[in-house]
C-alpha cells in the first residue's frame, strides 16, 4: 500500500502518515497529500509575499507609533500626483491617516517636503569588503 504511495511521488513517512490518517484508503491518502502539499506551498507564498511588502514598507519608515508606512495608501497618494518619498514622509507624521495626510500636504507641504528631504530611508547597497584593521600582538594577528 506504502508502495503504491511512494510510486505518486509521497515518500515512506508521509505515506504512512496519510494512511493512517485515511484508513488506509489509499485514494484518500493521495488526495489528502496533494491537498496538503497544496496549501504547504499557498502558505509558503503567503508568507513570502508577506515578506516582502514589510521589506518594502520598510523603505519609507516607520511612523512615531512604529507602523510601518501603508502601501496601498501610498500608492494611492502617487495615482494622485504626489511624489513617493513625500507622500510616504506625509502618511508617517500621521500615522498612515490618509485625509490626514492629504490635509497636511495641502496646508503644510513646504514643512512635509523639507522633512521628506531630510528623511533618511535605509537602502541596501553592495557589502564593503571589512575594514578592521588586524593587529599584531605577540607574533600573531588579533
Given at each position: 500500500?506504502?508502495?503504491?504511495?511512494?510510486?505518486?511521488?509521497?515518500?515512506?513517512?508521509?505515506?504512512?502518515?496519510?494512511?493512517?490518517?485515511?484508513?488506509?484508503?489509499?485514494?484518500?491518502?493521495?488526495?489528502?497529500?496533494?491537498?496538503?502539499?497544496?496549501?504547504?506551498?499557498?502558505?509558503?507564498?503567503?508568507?513570502?509575499?508577506?515578506?516582502?511588502?514589510?521589506?518594502?514598507?520598510?523603505?519609507?519608515?516607520?511612523?512615531?507609533?512604529?507602523?510601518?508606512?501603508?502601501?496601498?495608501?501610498?500608492?494611492?497618494?502617487?495615482?494622485?500626483?504626489?511624489?513617493?518619498?513625500?507622500?510616504?514622509?506625509?502618511?508617517?507624521?500621521?500615522?498612515?491617516?490618509?485625509?490626514?495626510?492629504l490635509d497636511a500636504l495641502?496646508?503644510?507641504?513646504?514643512?512635509?517636503?523639507?522633512?521628506?528631504?531630510?528623511?533618511?530611508?535605509?537602502?541596501?547597497?553592495?557589502?564593503?569588503?571589512?575594514?578592521?584593521?588586524?593587529?599584531?600582538?605577540?607574533?600573531?594577528?588579533?
Amino acid at each position: 500500500v506504502v508502495a503504491a504511495l511512494a510510486s505518486m511521488g509521497i515518500d515512506g513517512p508521509e505515506a504512512t502518515r496519510a494512511l493512517r490518517f485515511c484508513d488506509g484508503n489509499v485514494d484518500a491518502a493521495a488526495a489528502h497529500v496533494m491537498d496538503a502539499r497544496a496549501k504547504a506551498e499557498a502558505a509558503a507564498e503567503a508568507a513570502a509575499k508577506r515578506r516582502e511588502t514589510e521589506r518594502a514598507a520598510l523603505r519609507f519608515g516607520r511612523a512615531a507609533s512604529g507602523a510601518l508606512v501603508d502601501l496601498d495608501v501610498l500608492a494611492s497618494m502617487e495615482t494622485m500626483g504626489f511624489d513617493r518619498a513625500v507622500a510616504a514622509e506625509a502618511l508617517r507624521a500621521t500615522e498612515n491617516n490618509a485625509q490626514a495626510a492629504l490635509d497636511a500636504l495641502a496646508f503644510d507641504r513646504d514643512a512635509i517636503e523639507t522633512a521628506a528631504a531630510a528623511a533618511v530611508f535605509p537602502r541596501r547597497g553592495p557589502r564593503l569588503a571589512s575594514t578592521r584593521v588586524r593587529v599584531r600582538r605577540g607574533g600573531a594577528y588579533h
